[in-house]
C-alpha cells in the first residue's frame, strides 16, 4: 500500500480504450493522483479527461511529457504501439506499467528492459490473470507441494471474441494471423511462463480458418502442446461463439487442481484417509462446499460494490487493482516476479515460438493479410459518380443496407468513419469515397462536406450516462445540423428510433403524430432530445430536415439474437418482453435503406417523420420457433412481465443509491412495459408520401429476416451455397 501521508504518486494514462478506466480506478484505489491522459484519436482522450476529471488530455505523449512530470505512465495502447510510449516515459524519468503483453517482440522487450536498467527506472507488465485470488491458491498448492509431481497442464482460453462478428475490421489483432498471438493469447502465455517457464519444444496448430470483410484471414482455433521436462502443458484458445471458458487444470502425483477465472473459484481434489467409495464422496463434497463458498464470496463482492462498501470491484478490476498497488510497492525494490518484465518477456519469446512454429500454416494457406494501411480513395469515373451524399454511421448494421442501396440508386457516396482501414469490402468495392471523421469533430465534417446535397445522419454518440450522452451525442447532433445549414446542404436526414415511443399496453396506435415517452434511459432521451432540436432548427431556420423511426430491424448482417425480440443476457437465454405473444413492429433492413433512398429526392416532404415498420406478421415466439429450428437448437425461453424487469431496475438503482452513484437513474414502469408493443405501431405514412413498398408477407419476413440472418451468424451450410 502507498504511504497515507505522503505525496501522492503523480500517474499519466498512454491509451483510453477499455481498459483505460480499470487502470484508471485501479490508480486511485491505489492513491495515486491520474493528472493526464493521452490517445491519438482526436477528442477521445478530451472525452475521457472529462468524464473522469482528470487535468489534462493528449494526443502526443510527447506533448504530455512537456506539460507535465509523472513518476508512473501507464502505456495502455494496442500491442504494436507498446514500445516507443514506454521508451519515451522512461527517458522522460517515469517508471513504466506496459499492459500486456510487453511488447510485440522479443527484441523490443529485451530493449526496454535494458533502457531501464541504464535509466535506473522500474518497468512492468500487467498480466491481470497473474493475479486473480483463484490463481494465487493454484500456485500455492503448485508451489508448496500439495500437487506432487506435475504430469500434465492445461491451460484453456474458450471465449468468443466479438471483433470475428462486428469488427472493428481495421483492429490491428486481425490484421494478421499471428497478431492474435500477442493480443489475447499472452494471458494463457503468462501462465505457462510463471508456472513452467518457457517451453523445451512444442507442436503447434492453427485451424478453423476464416476470411474477415477486409480480406484477413483468420484462425479461430488453435492446440499448442508443450514440454518442460517430464510435464506436458497444453494450451487451447478457441475464439468461437459458445460457452465461455477459461481455466487451467493441474494433473500431479498427488492432486489435481482446476483455476476457473470465468468463475473465480478454485478447487484441488486430493485423497482421504477413507475407503474408496466414501473417499469419493468426500472429495466431491469438499470440492462442492469450496466452490460454493468462493462464489458466493464473489456474489457478495459484486453486491458490496454496487453498494459503495467496497473498493475491490469484480474479479477483474480486483486482478488490474492488485497489480497496480504490486507495481508502485515494488518502483523502491522487490518488484512481485508476476509484474515484472521477466515474466512479461518469457510470455512475448513463448508467443514468437508459437508464430514461428505456425508460420509454415500461414505460407502454406497463403494467409498473409493485405496491408492495414487505409483504403485509399477511387478515382470519380462516369460509373462512380462525384460524391454528392455524405453517410455518417455508413458502416453500421442499416447504414451498410444504405449505401449499397444508394450506389444501386446511381447516387455518388462519401462515407465518414473514425477509422478507414475498418471498412468492409463489401463497400469499398462499391466505389464508395471514405473520408476520415467523426461526426463529434465538426472540423472532419467540414472537411468532407464540399460537393455534398445530402447528409445521412445514422451515428450515435459513444455513453452511458446522460450526462454523456448529451455532450457526446445531443450537442454534437445539433453542431452537425447547424454546419449543415451553412453549407447548404439541400436535405439533413435523421435516423431515430421507435424506441421513443411508449409501446405498451392500454396505449391503443402509434403514429407518428404520437407524442413520445417521458423520461427513459439514456438512448432514448437522447433521440427524443435530437429529434426536439432538429424540429426547432426546421421551424426556426429552415434545416431541410427529415426523420426516420425504424421498428425492429432484422436481415442480412444483423445478429439473430435481436434485443427487440427479447432480452438476451446469454446466447442461450432470451427473456421474452412479456409473454411474447404480440405482433411485432418489424422491418427488414433492405426495405428501411429503401425507404430512406426515396427520401433524399422526395418532393415537400422536410419536416416530416416516418416510422419504417411492415404490417406486424410475427411474434417473439414465432421468431424464436424459426430461430430454433433453422440453427437446431434449444434456446431457454422465459416470459418475463413489464413488473418483473421493473422490480429488477428498482433493486439495481436502489443499490447504486446506497452506494452514492452520481449515474443512478430512477426506472420507470413504462420503458419496461413498452418493450412488449401491446401497441399497434403504424408506418403507413412512409408508404403514402414516399411510395414505399416494404415486405407485407409472412414469408418473406421470415426468410429475409430470420433465416438468412441466422445461416450467417451460425455459419450454417446454406450461408455458403
Known sequence: MTDSTAKPLRVALVGVGYIADYHLAAARSAGAEVTAVCDVAPGRAQRFADANQIPSAHTSIEAMLAAGSFEAVHVLTPPHLHLEPTRAALMAGADALVEKPFTHSAASSAELRALARTRGRTIGCSHNFLFFPAYDKLVADYQGGRLGAVDQIDIVWNKPLGQLKGGPWGAWMLQHPRNIL????????AHLAHLVGPPDHMVVRPYDRVVLPRGNVFYRRWEILAWKGNTCIRLRLSFIDGYPEHYIHVRGTQAVARCDFENNTYVCSDHTPHLLDVDRFLTVAATSRDAVVQSGGTLAGFVLTKMGMSKTGGPFQHSISRIVEAFYAGRSGGLDERVSAAIGEHAVKIAEQVAEHAETTFAADKAYAPSVSAPSAPTPTP???????LVIGGTGFIGRALVKKLRAAGHGVRLLVRDPSSVPAELTSLGVDVARGDFTDLASVAHALPGIRAVYHLARGNGNTWAEFSKYDVEPTRALAELCLQHEVKRFLYTSSIALYNAGKGVGNITEDTPPATGGDPYVRSKIENENNLNALHRERGLPLVLFRP?????????????????WPYPSVARL??????????????????????????????????NLIGPPVITANDYLDELEARANLRLRRIPTTAATYFAEAVAKWALKKVGRDPNARRPTYAEWDGRSFAATLEGGRAERELHWSPARDRETIVREGIWVPTDEWFELPTAAE
Open 182 to 189: 500477442f493480443e489475447v493469447a499472452p494471458h494463457s502465455f
Open 383 to 389: 460509373s462512380t459518380p462525384t460524391p454528392s451524399v
Open 551 to 567: 421498428g425492429i430491424v432484422l436481415g442480412r448482417g444483423g445478429c439473430p439474437l435481436h434485443w427487440g425480440i427479447a432480452g
Open 577 to 610: 418482453w412479456g409473454d411474447g405473444n404480440n405482433k411485432l413492429p418489424i422491418v427488414l433492413v433492405d426495405d428501411c435503406a429503401d425507404a430512406m433512398v426515396l427520401a433524399l429526392d422526395a418532393p415537400g416532404i422536410e419536416g416530416r417523420s416516418y
